[in-house]
């Protein structure tokens, strides 16, 4: 009987960031020994081994930074970097932890800043087929990632602002409870109370909030989860913004803002079995002829670093949309073809 794998195809979801630049990565760990350098060119490999994405060359990046005089400490100066590279975005990433002794660990983050500053964030969820019979296919974990993104979104509506100077605030006291006026004759009809307008008004936004008129038709993605709301403030985010707008005759206005539109952190332990299976899966679809199988990508710290890049490249487009549908693959035993 063959062996039977379905080995991940991933591509590049977004049609408006086809070439970046990956700018040197930073080493913020306690290990010196570790080079920036070489994440750095690993995760250009894996990024570049994507279809769909063009990346500059770390050495140009390099001459460029060098002649480089502006400051580079906040959103808007990554912004300009990018136009001033001529790329569709470029990417910031440092290595917040990592150990190459066994079993090795890794931490890593990476910061997208498109050169658009109209460009709004995509959060973890955003282009999947929330809604569809394809629902059930999406990964428990961008389920996840989603519905974490959304409620962050969501308590940025309900977060007091902090100001300068903080003063004590009375409690507010609450109003006098007072009785509903009695029903007049002229309300009723057939025996049936009639609501007021603005009660139904306040209803109809809230099933529109909702999405139960199929706009994403998730319960992973409700928004509301107290039936007895009525009232959401302005600003709250619609979990129907996970799903891309329709295109429009007219361009939208610019909004700038200076975020990174893309946020992707991960931690990686080689103790960790999930990460092994992993790193097992990963090694199976290379034609690796060196030995130790894939237990020894977790001896050498080069091919633990580029595994790495590959599995955080890969969760980022992932859980954006960027996963197709796998390739079915059939291996057959090698005595097989013996005579």
């Known amino acids: 009987m063959p062996d039977i794998r379905h080995k991940p195809q991933y591509n590049n979801p977004f049609p408006q960031l086809r070439t970046v630049a990956v700018l040197p990565f930073v080493n913020q760990s306690e290990e010196a020994t570790l080079s920036a350098e070489r994440v750095t060119l690993a995760y250009i490999n894996e990024l570049q081994a994507i279809p769909g994405f063009e990346v500059l060359p770390m050495g140009v990046v390099k001459a460029r930074l060098e002649e480089y005089s502006q400051p580079l400490s906040k959103g808007e100066d990554f912004q300009a970097l990018a136009r001033d590279l001529g790329v569709d975005a470029v990417l910031l990433g440092s290595v917040i932890d990592y150990s190459p002794y066994y079993p090795p660990r890794m931490s890593m983050k990476v910061n997208w800043y498109a050169a658009n500053p109209g460009f709004h964030p995509v959060l973890p969820g955003y282009g999947m087929p929330w809604g569809t019979k394809d629902e059930k296919k999406i990964p428990r974990w961008v389920h996840h990632e ?38 007049m004759p002229e309300d009723q009809s057939d025996g049936e109370l009639v609501a007021p307008a603005s009660a139904v008004e306040g209803d109809q936004q809230i099933a529109a909030a909702d999405g139960t008129n199929g706009a994403v038709g998730s319960s992973a993605l409700s928004i509301l989860d107290d039936p007895l709301t009525e009232t959401l403030p302005t600003d709250w985010p619609d979990p129907r913004g996970f799903i891309p707008a329709t295109p429009t005759a007219m361009r939208p206005p610019l909004v700038p803002q ?76 090698l005595d097989r073809y013996q005579r």
């Open 146 to 183: 989603a519905q974490r993104a959304l409620a962050t979104e969501q308590l940025k509506s309900q977060t007091p602002e902090l100001t300068a100077v903080t003063l004590p605030v009375e409690a507010p006291q609450s109003p006098p409870v007072v009785p509903p006026p009695a029903l």
């Open 258 to 333: 200076h975020e990174p539109i893309i946020a992707h952190m991960r931690n990686y332990n080689g103790h960790d079995e999930d990460f092994t299976r992993r790193v097992s899966d990963y090694f199976y679809f290379r034609d690796d002829v060196r030995f130790g199988g894939w237990q020894a990508y977790l001896q050498r710290s080069e091919d633990f670093i580029r595994v790495c890049c590959h599995f955080h490249v890969t969760e980022t487009l992932a859980c954006r949309g960027g996963e197709e549908e796998s390739r079915l693959i059939f291996r057959w035993p």
